[in-house]
């Protein structure tokens, strides 16, 4: 992602303006060469955030005809503005919705657009592995995609009431923990690769189960709602908690690690030290 070779020659700097400004030049250049070079690749994926544009159109109109003209505008906006960067990324495109249904009161929407933003997670992964369609770029902004799109849930939960602050506040603790120390791994110790492990995976299936269930019981109001809204609450804020942990002692254990301070070994967590 941010061209190892080029990378390798600013460490070797130091990180100073000119090795920068050599760095940014060069990676310009290989970027231009490779859209260049792969015109069809390119047209592909302007005609996917095209029909994404025209879908997010139809259903904001619906959406204004049925139910709130303000609400189908401020959807059409955000999401409009979420195709361009997120192209083939349905889960980003979706997120302003989702975020806006929360802060609206219409649950039942919120509830429909993230577990289509779920389901085209799964299916986005099985897809590539049984096409052998897995790429590096798809490596690397398949973890990234995954921290916006469950740190501005959780913001979008705190505002709508339906979890208390503090809970958003580990969350963005935990992914920021993620976020920021993986780009330092790459860019001042060494090439990563992210691998998800079995942890890592059942940690996000049980979390995405959580956040399902709370958007539920906000759509469907009572006396069940009334018992287990509370207790869902209260698993989000543990779950979270001891990952902020986990993260933490992992990426310490990482890091002396990639560095020579403990002996060579495992690279643990999600994260495995190598070349690309």
Do not use: K
Not at 118 to 133: E, P, T
Not at 241 to 264: E, F, K
Request: proline residues 4%.
């Amino acid at each position: 992602m941010f061209i190892e070779e080029y990378l390798q020659d600013v460490r070797h700097a130091r990180f100073s303006a000119p090795a920068l400004t050599g760095y940014l030049r060069r990676a310009g250049r290989r970027a231009r060469e490779v859209w260049v070079a792969n015109p069809g690749a390119v047209r592909s994926l302007w005609t996917l955030a095209l029909l994404f544009f025209a879908a997010s159109f139809l259903a904001a109109a619906a959406l204004a005809v049925a139910l709130d003209r303000q609400l189908a505008q401020a959807l059409f906006f955000w999401t409009a503005i979420g195709i361009l960067p997120a192209l083939t990324l349905l889960r980003i495109t979706l997120l302003p919705g989702i975020i806006l249904f929360l802060g609206s009161g219409h649950a039942r929407l919120a509830l429909t657009a993230f577990l289509i933003a779920s389901a085209s997670d799964v299916l986005d992964g099985w897809l590539a592995r049984r096409l052998h369609q897995v790429t590096q770029l798809g490596v690397v902004l398949d973890p990234i995609v995954d921290i916006v799109f469950n740190l501005s849930i959780f913001i979008a939960f705190s505002r709508a009431g339906l979890l208390p602050g503090w809970v958003s506040g580990v969350a963005a603790l935990r992914y920021g923990i993620l976020l920021v120390g993986g780009i330092y791994l790459y860019v001042f110790v060494g090439p990563v690769r992210i691998r998800p492990t079995f942890f890592g995976r059942l940690t996000g299936v049980l979390m995405a189960a959580l956040m399902t269930l709370l958007i539920l019981l906000h759509a469907l109001p009572g006396p069940v709602a009334e018992r287990l809204a509370p207790l869902t609450r209260v698993a989000l804020g543990a779950l979270l908690c001891a990952t902020v942990i986990q993260v933490v002692a992992l990426g310490w254990y990482n890091l002396r690690l990639m560095r020579g301070a403990v002996a060579r070994g495992r690279v643990v967590g999600d994260v495995r030290w190598g070349a690309q």
